[in-house]
């Protein structure tokens, strides 16, 4: 026995636009519905639609703001880890080239959660104490120090580096027309222990290399004539 073929089109074809090949009344029976009436008492069976829950009105705000307030959009992004420069590994010597110690040499100690490298000058050599930079704003040479002495490097983290929030008082009436001294901002005395003990690791393994402790303390400069190009650090 052959498969049954599956039908393709309509059971009304069109003898032309508009007119069908069946009349209605052949349609009625071609299509059974003779069958369903007869079945329901001579009625067209009818489906109700379920009933919809009420849904409970909210009362409108009493009060209104004066401006738009916007609504804070959900941000889907994940942040990524910052990718290292290959050219940076701990111990290089890296050269800044912004903010307040520009040109400076420092040393490359680890990257931090953040992505911002930990660097030092040492400190009693050019001045430039345990920091975070950025690494787009530094040029990495092919100097290397040996840290391979420094212990603790997991203290020094993001959080190490967070200034704790003061409390401003408020000035009276009699205050304000009295110009009150500024108090300078005092580093603790934890962190003045830590960066000695840092130097003091960091000083034997430059000692050790000849020149490079007058490397460290030159600043970086350009001269006239000098294409940067062209410079092999």
């Known amino acids: 026995m052959a498969p049954k073929q599956k039908r393709v089109g309509s059971r009304n074809p069109d003898l032309i636009r508009g007119v069908g090949k069946y009349s209605r009344s052949a349609m009625y029976h071609k299509r059974g519905l003779w069958a369903i009436k007869a079945k329901n008492g001579g009625v067209f069976p009818r489906h109700d639609k379920k009933p919809v829950e009420p849904v409970p009105a909210e009362k409108p705000p009493k009060f209104y703001p004066a401006d738009d307030v916007k609504k804070p959009l959900f941000n889907k992004r994940k942040p990524k880890p910052t990718k290292l420069r290959a050219s940076i590994t701990p111990g290089t010597v890296l050269i800044i080239l912004a903010g307040r ?44 120090v040996d840290i ?23 000035k009276g009436e009699a205050e304000f027309f009295e110009a009150e001294k500024e108090e300078k901002n005092v580093l603790p005395q934890e962190k003045k222990d830590d960066q000695k003990t840092l130097d003091a690791t960091l000083l034997k393994s430059i000692e050790a290399v000849p020149d490079l402790k007058a490397y460290l303390a030159a600043r970086f400069s350009l001269k006239a004539g000098m294409k940067p190009h062209e410079l092999a650090f």
């Open 101 to 144: 110690f520009k040109g400076k040499r420092v040393v490359f100690l680890k990257q931090l959660t953040s992505g911002l490298l930990l660097v030092t000058g040492p400190f009693k050599i050019n001045g430039v104490p345990l920091r975070r930079v950025n690494q787009s704003y530094v040029i990495a040479t092919s100097t290397k």
């Open 148 to 170: 391979s002495g420094v212990s603790s490097l997991e203290k020094f983290d993001d959080k190490y580096f967070t200034k704790q929030a003061e409390k401003k008082n408020k």
